[in-house]
């Protein structure tokens, strides 16, 4: 691990002065944020993160760890800890989708230890971003090459990429944030500002170091999550290599307002298979108005991934994002709400 400096931030403003400079993208930026460190320490021990300076935000729990559920809708902290906001009885009861996404990653230690905000800021497990043997990486390296095009790439994605990488965001909480139209709060150099949780993450493109449209200095401080009609009949179903303690192969993140079987409003995501956190607005046109059954369960997922893109290994990531969502909406429908 190379040297560093440390600073202990007591209030929001603090720590984007402190974060705030010459920088670049924020997840490459010479300052980061020390929230869990449970992706920020580890990137660090495998040199592909080098910040010179980390600013620890944990002593800002009392302000940004709060969960709290009204009529609106909900708010989630981003120092809240994902063990925390998995139990809390607002979530459980009313948006399940988010209680399950977050009870099924990682493990309880991690869970302990890791925040809402650097949960939806985590980075690619792809092989070869994390390794810093491998010369071809554009996320790591800008312009080096992509090594995974050609190379093993069973667990990337198949939505959302591009020529330059096809990484997948691995994180499963993102996904749901996503579906159910969240907001992200912002504090930055020039104050606080608020926006659609779908654009905070970028689509590699050209680009693929620049992942967030976070600027310099930039601190999230919380997620709002609408209420609506269908966050009660919600839920998260991960399919991965092994049942506990691992990332997502493929996820449907779904939500469904139905009356008498039709559905008035479905809100779908996906996970383990996108380039970024992503909402099927495709998946939610076909089922908006029809009866939740077999044939539109698989029109719906057939939609969602129409514009995959496979690239040898993972070829498999479509007819199994595919099912994943299909028996996720079949198993939404048939919920006790
Ligand atoms: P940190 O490591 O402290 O920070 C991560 C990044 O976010 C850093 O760049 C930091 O500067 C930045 N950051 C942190 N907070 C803020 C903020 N408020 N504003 C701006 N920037 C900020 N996740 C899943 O979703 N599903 C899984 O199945 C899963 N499995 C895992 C298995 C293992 C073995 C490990 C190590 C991790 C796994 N994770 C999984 C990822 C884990 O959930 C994340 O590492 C964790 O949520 C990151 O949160 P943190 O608070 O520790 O972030
Ligand atoms: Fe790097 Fe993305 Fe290619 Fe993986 S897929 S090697 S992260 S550029």
Same mark, same amino acid.
């Given at each position: 691990?190379?040297?560093?400096?440390?600073?202990?931030?007591?209030?929001?403003?603090?720590?984007?002065?402190?974060?705030?400079?010459?920088?670049?993208?924020?997840?490459?930026?010479?300052?980061?944020?020390?929230?869990?460190?449970?992706?920020?320490?580890?990137?660090?021990?495998?040199?592909?993160?080098?910040?010179?300076?980390?600013?620890?935000?944990?002593?800002?729990?009392?302000?940004?760890?709060?969960?709290?559920?009204?009529?609106?809708?909900?708010?989630?902290?981003?120092?809240?800890?994902?063990?925390?906001?998995?139990?809390?009885?607002?979530?459980?009861?009313?948006?399940?989708?988010?209680?399950?996404?977050?009870?099924?990653?990682?493990?309880?230690?991690?869970?302990?230890?890791?925040?809402?905000?650097?949960?939806?800021?985590?980075?690619?497990?792809?092989?070869?971003?994390?390794?810093?043997?491998?010369?071809?990486?554009?996320?790591?390296?800008?312009?080096?090459?992509?090594?995974?095009?050609?190379?093993?790439?069973?667990?990337?994605?198949?939505?959302?990429?591009?020529?330059?990488?096809?990484?997948?965001?691995?994180?499963?909480?993102?996904?749901?944030?996503?579906?159910?139209?969240?907001?992200? *709060?912002? /504090?930055?150099?020039?104050?606080?500002? !608020?926006? +659609?949780?779908?654009? #905070?993450?970028?689509?590699?493109? =050209?680009? @693929?170091?620049?992942?967030?449209?976070?600027?310099?200095?930039?601190?999230?401080?919380?997620?709002?999550?609408?209420?609506?009609?269908?966050?009660?009949?919600?839920?998260?179903?991960?399919?991965?290599?092994?049942?506990?303690?691992?990332?997502?192969?493929?996820?449907?993140?779904?939500?469904?307002?139905?009356?008498?079987?039709?559905?008035?409003?479905?809100?779908?995501?996906?996970? *383990?298979? /996108?380039?970024?956190?992503?909402?099927? !607005?495709? +998946?939610?046109?076909? #089922?908006?108005?029809?009866?939740? =059954?077999? @044939?539109?369960?698989?029109?719906?997922?057939?939609?969602?991934?129409?514009?995959?893109?496979?690239?040898?290994?993972?070829?498999?990531?479509?007819?199994?994002?595919?099912?994943?969502?299909?028996?996720?909406?079949?198993?939404?429908?048939?919920?006790?709400?």
């Amino acid at each position: 691990m190379r040297p560093f400096a440390y600073l202990r931030a007591h209030d929001p403003a603090e720590a984007v002065r402190a974060a705030s400079g010459p920088g670049g993208p924020p997840t490459s930026a010479p300052s980061q944020f020390l929230a869990g460190g449970t992706t920020l320490i580890d990137l660090m021990k495998l040199d592909v993160m080098r910040p010179s300076q980390v600013v620890d935000i944990n002593d800002l729990s009392d302000e940004l760890g709060e969960i709290h559920a009204d009529a609106a809708g909900l708010r989630l902290g981003a120092l809240a800890r994902m063990a925390d906001a998995a139990v809390h009885p607002a979530v459980l009861r009313d948006y399940p989708v988010i209680a399950q996404s977050l009870e099924l990653a990682a493990s309880p230690q991690i869970r302990n230890m890791a925040t809402l905000g650097g949960n939806v800021l985590q980075r690619t497990r792809c092989n070869y971003f994390r390794f810093t043997d491998f010369a071809e990486c554009n996320k790591r390296v800008p312009g080096s090459g992509c090594a995974a095009l050609h190379g093993v790439n069973r667990k990337l994605a198949v939505l959302g990429v591009s020529d330059r990488c096809i990484a997948n965001y691995p994180g499963d909480f993102a996904n749901v944030l996503a579906a159910l139209g969240a907001e992200v *709060g912002i /504090a930055g150099p020039s104050g606080a500002r !608020r926006m +659609a949780f779908e654009a #905070l993450h970028r689509l590699p493109g =050209d680009s @693929p170091d620049v992942e967030t449209t976070l600027r310099p200095g930039e601190l999230i401080t919380g997620f709002f999550v609408p209420a609506g009609p269908w966050t009660r009949r919600s839920l998260y179903l991960k399919v991965r290599d092994r049942q506990s303690y691992e990332f997502a192969l493929a996820a449907a993140a779904v939500a469904l307002d139905l009356e008498g079987g039709v559905v008035r409003q479905a809100r779908v995501g996906l996970g *383990g298979v /996108a380039a970024k956190p992503w909402r099927s !607005r495709e +998946a939610e046109a076909v #089922l908006t108005g029809r009866r939740l =059954d077999e @044939p539109a369960a698989a029109e719906a997922a057939r939609a969602a991934f129409a514009q995959a893109v496979s690239h040898g290994e993972n070829a498999y990531k479509i007819e199994l994002g595919r099912r994943t969502l299909h028996r996720a909406l079949l198993q939404a429908a048939r919920m006790e709400v």
